[in-house]
């Protein structure tokens, strides 16, 4: 399938492919994640990604697209680093893999976890390695019902999350996550998860009610679902620091100040799932520190090898970590691949690249406030409701009615649209629901931010077009 190394249109070396045969093998043999396989076929088959370098990635007919999600919200670093291969390269020659099961470990391993260590500060000391972000999410799961076990409290095992939240694919994954088609399909949450409200001011405030009011009384949510259940049946709380796929969802000032002191008055754990905000996308090397979260577990995937190999981490903070290692004998949990070296050294190297470069300083000082600024440009356009962003975290609500928020009907229809519509002109950005995100590589530039509006802008004027006449 694969030939020598040519120019494709736009002048970026790839492969050349045959793009028409792997569009036919893709549609005969491929089943993508959450596709509609049918639906897929029927609108033309995939389109079939061959080459990326920084923000821009090319497909295999030749169109150069500007990645305005940098992968799937993972890609920090941007394409075509040369020395993330090298990494891979490199450890994959002297040692491929080797477990972490029976007493060894490799260098790779033991080096990044001393990193997420240090990047982490003293609380958290300790690190458990998996492959995803669901992955990780399954180890905190399974280590914080071990923990209250082991602190005398068996009965505390209930997991409260949210709806709409995202905290992965796996049983256990799918179950934290609060996104009710999944649940569905599969006879999920599993016994002893739940969900509450969100802090989603734009969807789900009141008439009337500012912000901090509704954030108020979204975290009180917690605190009835915890009476209700019984708070000496509840063993933590998981939220995203800021929800990414579920819609850029920013809480309101206050919001997290009055989960954690929720959780600390019923002695409940607090789990904040990093997997996309770690690794500088909220501007702080980890989004509960924008935020001012001190969460005891925090999973982490995506940014930490910004995407080059699969790898995810699960940081044990204080109590948790110190009665696992000293009451806790053996943990029976873990994976092939825990702390797979290759994965390891690209993470590694990952790092040191967001260190060298400045990449989380950038967000903070340069791009991020540039998206915010470039953002509210659109917050005027005639389908607009809001504008928000954090860091390299960006969303775009499409609403009938900026007054009362009301959204046009057809339930994500309108942000399906406009999806479609900026797909069109080479831009990738994503809709959740009606809202439209962004989370492009940290290394974005001005230019390409201005892309990434101008696109959004021509896609909401075609979209109103679309809904208006
Ligand atoms: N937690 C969070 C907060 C996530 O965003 C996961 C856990 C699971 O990670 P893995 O590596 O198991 O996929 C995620 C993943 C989307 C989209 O369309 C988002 C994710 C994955 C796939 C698609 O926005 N987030």
Redesign the pocket.
């Known amino acids: 399938m694969t030939d020598s190394i040519v120019e494709t249109p736009q002048g970026a070396p790839g492969r050349n492919y045959d793009i028409d045969a792997l569009r036919a093998m893709d549609a005969a043999h491929h089943l993508h994640?959450?596709t509609d396989t049918k639906k897929l076929s029927e609108e033309g088959g995939s389109r079939i990604i061959t080459r990326a370098e920084g923000c821009w990635l090319w497909d295999g007919d030749g169109a150069r697209i500007l990645d305005g999600m940098a992968g799937?919200?993972c890609v920090n670093v941007g394409y075509g680093r040369a020395e993330l291969a090298e990494a891979a390269r490199r450890q994959m020659l002297e040692l491929p893999y080797y477990n972490t099961f029976f007493k060894t470990a490799s260098p790779p391993g033991i080096e990044l976890a001393t990193k997420i260590s240090d990047l982490l500060g003293p609380r958290f000391e300790h690190v458990f390695f998996s492959n995803?972000?669901?992955?990780?999410?399954d180890t905190a799961l399974r280590l914080v019902r071990h923990f209250w076990n082991l602190q005398g409290k068996p009965k505390k095992k209930h997991i409260i999350s949210r709806w709409n939240a995202?905290?992965?694919?796996?049983v256990a994954?799918a179950s934290l996550g609060g996104m009710k088609p999944m649940h569905k399909q599969a006879d999920l949450p599993i016994p002893g998860v739940s969900h509450i409200m969100q802090p989603y001011w734009f969807e789900q405030a009141h008439p009337g009610e500012d912000p901090t009011d509704f954030g108020k009384r979204a975290a009180q949510a917690l605190e009835e679902r915890i009476l209700e259940l019984g708070p000496e049946t509840v063993a933590a709380f998981i939220g995203?620091p800021v929800q990414?796929?579920g819609g850029v969802i920013i809480p309101p000032e206050g919001y997290w100040a009055e989960i954690q002191a929720i959780c600390k008055r019923h002695d409940i754990l607090l789990i904040a799932?990093e997997?996309?905000c770690g690794f500088g996308r909220t501007g702080s090397w980890f989004g509960h520190q924008t935020l001012g979260i001190e969460p005891d577990l925090i999973?982490m995937?995506?940014g930490l090898s910004s995407g080059y190999l699969?790898i995810?981490a699960l940081a044990v903070g204080g109590r948790v970590a110190e009665t696992l290692i000293d009451e806790g004998g053996e943990f029976y949990h873990g994976y092939t691949y825990s702390g797979h070296p290759a994965a390891c050294a690209v993470a590694l190297a990952n790092i040191d690249i967001i260190e060298r470069e400045r990449l989380v300083e950038r967000v903070r000082d340069d791009v991020g406030p540039y998206l915010a600024e470039r953002l509210q440009g659109l917050a005027d356009h005639p389908i607009v409701g809001e504008v928000r962003s954090l860091g390299l975290l960006g969303a775009v609500e499409i609403c009938a009615d900026k007054e009362s928020r009301a959204r046009f009907p057809g339930d994500g229809r309108a942000g399906t649209l406009c999806r479609d519509h900026i797909f069109k002109r080479n831009v990738i950005a994503?809709a959740?629901g009606d809202a439209m995100v962004m989370s492009p590589p940290l290394i974005v530039s001005h230019d390409e931010i201005d892309i990434l509006i101008e696109g959004l802008r021509a896609a909401l004027d075609a979209t109103a077009r679309d809904l208006l006449t």
């Not at 995803?132 to 999410?137: D, F, I, L, M, R």
């Not at 995202?166 to 796996?170: L, M, P, Q, R, V």
């Open positions: 994640p959450f799937l919200w995803s972000g669901s992955e990780a999410n995202y905290h992965g694919s796996t994954g995203e990414g796929a799932d997997v996309i999973p995937a995506k699969p995810s994503r959740c």
